[in-house]
């Protein structure tokens, strides 16, 4: 009998993440410890990367058992973990849910989260979500179940609500912003250590060290040091890129991150580009220091048109009859997300804190009970343990309470098809405040999705 470890990925025919966990399970000298089952249900994007992945394991003349396929039950049963990076409707669907609100005046620098383009995205990912779940009760009920799609917090509710299903979700938002801060303290980045709670792309970090030592006066101290400029650089700021590198970020460069912090001492993950999203009465019209978000702040279509490039990138590479060049590794960099170092924490006991989606039972006082929270948490042998909280600042628990009734509401459209649960999802999110444009809009979203929502075929007004 095997002792490897089964890691089926769902939704493989992501740009980055298999190339980069791939990557991962090849330089941590631990290729006899696992085998992998890939699947996508896209048979040429499936076939490419298959053959991607080989090619990498050819690199590096290792090898260890590969399996693709276009149905996930082939690979679930022994599984130890199931991931999923699955995006219904694809890079076109996320076009849609940006560009059709757009028509209506809402605009969104992301949409894949808050607001009306991620309330549309959940409705088309969760049913199918559901369905994966379900597979992984009946197929490997004692697999660790890890997400990494968005909407984050709306799938993991309705997973556990639906189904029970343990669903985890990661994202990489917290490590990267540990990233930003180094970077704005100009400190080595392994000296940051943080942790807080909230939404996932609305964590609020309430503790914040460098070097073991309180890293807030310090941040306090460089932000005070900015704020003379700030209005000269905004007025001559020509660029709005998510993770400005090249340099040390700035306070202009997310300046309603550095405003919450400067107003609540927590700091809110992941910077102006999510955040945003959560306070559309901040930005009415879209308008964000001179411009419209989404457009000319933190272009979403650049966004969608980089990863179009990433795809033909991977497609070429994995079809050339060339084998990879010798540095190839040295340009796929390990996988962002820390899902090798959660899963070896898991499998060994080491009780590593990491930032995970999950129900928050009682850690966070003020909020519900199984309200989905992303909060740290030691991955060990029982599973995922958090760390406690103290309450967070009463005006931005007040906003997650908000979210929150509008997530739930978004959850309950998504799994029952209700057309008027739709309408009330907008509305109670906040950037739509007209039942009529709710309505008109939520009719416009369904028929651009149509075809990837059975649900409501026979429930719109």
């Known amino acids: ?120 995205r959940a409705m088309r990912m969760i049913p199918q979500m559901i369905a994966i779940a379900n597979d992984v009760a009946e197929l490997c009920p004692d697999a ?14 309705a997973i556990r609500k639906q189904t029970g299903v343990p669903v985890i979700g990661l994202c990489h938002g917290v490590h990267y912003v540990e990233g930003v801060i180094a970077r704005f303290l100009g400190v080595d980045e392994n000296s940051i250590k943080s942790y807080g709670y909230g939404l996932n792309h609305l964590t609020l970090l309430t503790h914040i060290t460098t070097g073991g030592k309180d890293a807030m006066p310090l941040m306090r101290a460089k932000l005070d040091e900015q704020r003379g400029t700030f ?33 609540y001492g927590v700091f809110p993950v992941a910077l102006d580009r999510h955040i945003t ?91 519900p009970y199984e309200a989905v929270l992303e909060m740290p948490a030691a991955a060990g042998a029982a599973g995922y343990t958090p760390l406690g909280s103290e309450a967070l600042p009463p005006a931005l628990t007040a906003k997650l309470l908000a979210k929150i009734a509008a997530i739930e509401v978004t959850v309950d459209a998504a799994l029952t098809g209700s057309f008027d649960l739709f309408v009330e999802a907008l509305l109670t999110d906040g950037s739509v405040t007209d039942p009529d444009l709710a309505v008109a809009l939520a009719k416009d979203l369904i028929a651009a999705h149509k075809q990837h929502l059975p649900q409501f075929a026979g429930d719109v007004r």
């Open 277 to 367: 999203e959560f306070f559309p009465e901040r930005f009415p019209g879209g308008k964000y220091y001179g411009g419209t978000l989404g457009v000319d702040r933190f272009s979403i279509d650049g966004r969608i048109a980089l990863g179009d490039t990433w795809f033909d990138e991977m497609m070429a590479v994995a079809h050339s009859s060339d084998p990879l060049p010798a540095s190839y590794f040295e340009n796929v960099p390990g996988e962002s997300e820390q899902l090798m170092q959660m899963m070896q924490s898991l499998l060994r006991d080491q009780r590593d804190i990491f930032s995970v989606n999950m129900p928050n039972h009682g850690t966070v006082p003020g909020l």
């Open 1 to 120: 009998m095997s002792d490897r470890k089964k890691l089926v990925l769902i939704g493989a025919g992501s740009t980055v993440f298999t190339q980069r966990l791939v990557a991962d399970i090849i330089l941590s000298g631990e290729i006899d410890q696992w085998e992998l089952g890939l699947v996508d249900i896209d048979p040429v994007t499936l076939d490419a990367v298959d053959k991607l992945v080989r090619k990498m394991l050819a690199l590096k003349n290792v090898t260890f058992p590969v399996t693709s396929t276009v149905n996930r039950r082939d690979v679930l049963p022994g599984a130890h973990f199931v991931v999923t990076t699955i995006a219904v409707g694809g890079r076109r669907g996320w076009d849609q849910d940006v560009q059709v609100p757009r028509r209506h005046g809402i605009f969104q620098p992301v949409g894949d989260t808050m607001m009306p383009g991620g309330i549309s």
């Open 144 to 157: 660790y179940f890890l997400n990494y799609s968005n909407p984050m917090t709306a799938v993991c509710r």
């Open 231 to 263: 209005d000269k650089e905004i007025r001559e700021k020509t660029e709005w890129p998510n993770g400005i590198t090249g340099r040390a970020p700035r306070y202009s460069d997310d300046p309603l991150a550095w405003d919450i912090f400067d107003r």
